[in-house]
RNA sequence: GGGCACGUGGCGUAACUUGGAUAGCGCAUCGGCUUGCGGAGCCGAGGGUUGCGGGUUCAAAUCCCGCCGUGCCCGCCA
């Protein structure tokens, strides 16, 4: 794999070089070899690799030897000025004013693709986020799924795979039951509230009534309707549907307000009325990877083993329950066998919402027409990591049924919670006293405090749109909160925190942004006239670590990837802007006389930078602020 | 009981997959910088036995084994 860092790249093949004339019987991979190189922080030299130390131990020679003997045949190249070996490193310096050239070129040249990589072409992912369910407004702890996925749909989308954004709506639950039961016996009217926000607080409510008599049985009969692929136009059917979305129309909003966006969502009750899920039972039985029970504690059911062979009732998951109805896992494992490709389903797609940007998500229903959403190469499901056992099993009855066992990727967050616990939606933990913890009070909460320290700022710009910038400022703060941390982490949601808009937060970075774009446009800078002279100004303290960093963006990119942790780059972002931070205030800019066109460059290369990192994790930038 | 994660200065975290030079960064604390390319900033200081104990190795935050702590999962719920 090309890392596409220009230096990186080449001390790889001179080292490969040096090893060739001093040891010709090694045989080394090119991964091996660019694994062992980094930069370094030293003064004295710009690039190490510890590849002798490895070899070292393969030849059974003293590493100090063996780094010596490569370094004493290293070659020098266009970045790379030459090396020496000490402790057994090998350590090279690297021509300062080549790599600006190479890097700032190579920034100016690709603008808004600068990063871009080529890991995923050909390929189609399916990434499903957040499936929240259709009973309640977004909170915050929801709010770490959408942003994760989005991220990722970005992150992914600039590696080259073809990106599906798809939402799942459980409309089948016996959430959705105990809702409809509580439309026909409670007061039922929003009365100028966030639908979903009304539907939330009467799911609190609703619970308060469970434990009376007959109620659960009435809720009971409800469900079997629901679930029956028959009564798709039964009253209970037919009101679910509507009021799940009209709950899923309301969250939207929320996902829109935060920079969200789908291309299709599908619906669990679909797949049970479009038949998908009684033509994958079937297809697993044939296949012989689901059984029907004669005996014993599942007598009556379908079931499909967990992974490793018949080890009886302990390694059985049940499809289809004695009652008939199909279980959560069943209606899961059809959706997947459609996902991959693996089964065709009759679903018709039809515009459910236009989004902001005027594009539409597309949703199952019974009106419609097909599409080409589906077949996917690899399914990446953004779910909590609560679910890694059932996610496990899904991806195993995957894997035996298509033969390949990377079709899907769970990529599995931690928890979010508060201090005081975690959320529930039956409790309504999510209702706080002053102010709730959904998502739309959080945005609300940290713009105003945005506004009010643009208000009470004097060095804030006074030609700007308060309400945008402050706008921006909030998503900025939040996105990059949540992202920051890696995704298996629990994380604490903390107001102070979520608040905090100094270094190592979105923010930060979108003043970093703001500060390059000023100076851009009072020095009248064009990067396509700033290129050719200057390079022999460049320097090698902050300006070295500058372009360094620049010079790791498709590295960076590529990892968080492949690795499914937008944190990777909500991290080299932070350093980036960091280390422009030191560079603009080390350097007069503006009055860096015959160094200026290649400051101005240097700018230019560190904002674009920035830029295409923000956009990646769902953070938009303003001019100024 | 079985399984899966996580444990890094007061707090939040990075590096762990693929062992490599002085464990990187931010907050907080303390000291300094502003008539400016806008201070949501910059410079500097203090603060660490990487949960504990073994092992492997020239080298361990990283790999192996055993503990301890925290959380989650083990349903004919979704």
């Not at 780094?67 to 004493?72: D, G, K, T, V």
């Not at 089948?172 to 026909?184: C, D, N, P, T, V």
């Not at 049970?272 to 029970?293: C, F, P, Y």
Request: with cysteine; proline share 3%.
């Amino acid at each position: 794999m090309s890392t596409s860092n220009p230096a990186k790249d080449e001390l790889v093949q001179l080292v490969k070089g040096g090893i060739t004339l001093a040891y010709p019987d090694v045989v080394l991979e090119d991964s091996d070899l660019a694994h062992s190189i980094s930069y370094s922080k030293g003064t004295e030299w710009d690039m190490s690799s510890s590849i002798a130390l490895r070899l070292a131990k393969q030849a059974k020679k003293e590493p100090a030897e063996v780094a010596e003997n490569i370094a004493r045949h290293l070659k020098t190249g266009k970045l790379v000025m030459g090396a020496t070996a000490l402790n057994g490193y090998i350590n090279a310096k690297l021509d300062e004013k080549e790599l600006a050239r190479t890097v700032i070129g190579s920034v100016v040249e690709s603008g808004e693709r600068y990063g871009a990589s080529d890991i995923g072409k050909g390929r189609k992912a399916f990434i499903e986020y957040p499936a929240v369910n259709p009973n309640k407004p977004w909170h915050v702890g929801h709010l770490r799924n959408p942003l994760l996925g989005d991220s990722m749909a970005r992150i992914m989308a600039l590696c080259s795979y073809k990106v599906e954004r798809m939402d799942y709506i459980d409309d089948l639950g016996l959430q959705m039951a105990e809702i409809f039961w509580g439309s026909k016996h409670l007061e039922w009217h929003p009365n100028g509230k966030k639908y979903d926000q009304f539907l939330g607080e009467r799911y609190v409510e609703i619970n308060k009534h469970l434990e009376e008599p007959g109620v659960e049985d009435e809720i009971k009969g409800v469900l079997k309707i629901m679930e029956d692929s028959e009564k798709r136009d039964s009253e209970e059917s037919r009101s679910v549907r509507s009021i799940a979305e009209s709950c899923v129309r309301a969250q939207y909003q929320t996902s829109f307000d935060y920079g969200i966006y789908h291309d299709g969502m599908v619906w669990e009750s679909d797949i049970l009325h479009e038949k998908l899920l009684g033509n994958a039972l079937t297809l697993l039985m044939d296949k012989g990877i689901a059984k029907s029970v004669e005996s014993g504690k599942y007598k009556g059911c379908l079931v499909v083993s967990k992974g490793a062979p018949e080890n009886g009732d302990e390694d059985s998951k049940v499809l289809v329950r004695s009652n008939g109805a199909a279980t959560y896992l069943a209606k899961d494992l059809a959706f997947h066998l459609w996902k991959l490709g693996i089964m065709r389903a009759a679903f018709k797609f039809s515009k459910f919402i236009e989004q902001p940007d005027s594009t539409y998500v597309f949703s199952t229903g019974s009106k419609g027409e097909p599409t080409d959403f589906g077949s996917a190469d690899v399914a990446v499901n953004i779910i909590g990591s609560a679910q890694k056992a059932q996610q496990a099993i899904l991806k195993s009855v995957l894997s035996a049924i298509s033969g390949k066992s990377s079709v899907l990727h769970h990529l599995a967050y931690g928890e979010v919670g508060l201090a005081e616990g975690s959320f529930s939606g039956r409790k309504g933990t999510w209702l706080g006293d002053s102010r709730n913890y959904t998502a739309d009070d959080l945005l609300r909460e940290v713009k105003a405090k945005a506004l009010e320290i643009i208000r009470n700022s004097e060095k804030a710009d006074k030609g700007i749109d308060q309400n945008e910038v402050s706008g921006k400022v909030a998503i900025a703060a939040i996105k990059f909160d949540f992202l920051r941390v890696d995704p298996v982490r629990k994380l604490v949601f903390d107001w102070d925190r979520a608040l905090d808009f100094n270094a190592n937060s979105g923010p930060y970075c979108m003043y970093m942004y703001a500060r390059a774009s000023r100076i851009l446009e009072k020095g009248n800078a064009d990067p396509k006239k700033l290129l050719p002279s200057g390079y022999t100004h460049m320097g090698r303290g902050h300006d070295l670590e500058l372009v360094k960093l620049i010079s790791q963006c498709q590295e960076m990119i590529e990892k968080a990837c492949s690795e499914y942790k937008p944190n990777v780059i909500a991290d080299y972002v932070m350093e980036l802007s960091l280390a422009f931070g030191k560079f603009y205030q080390s350097t007069d800019v503006l009055k860096s006389g015959e160094a200026m066109p290649l400051r101005l460059a240097m700018v230019w290369a560190a904002r674009q930078t920035i830029y295409n990192m923000l956009y990646l994790l769902g953070i938009e930038t303003s001019e100024r602020m």
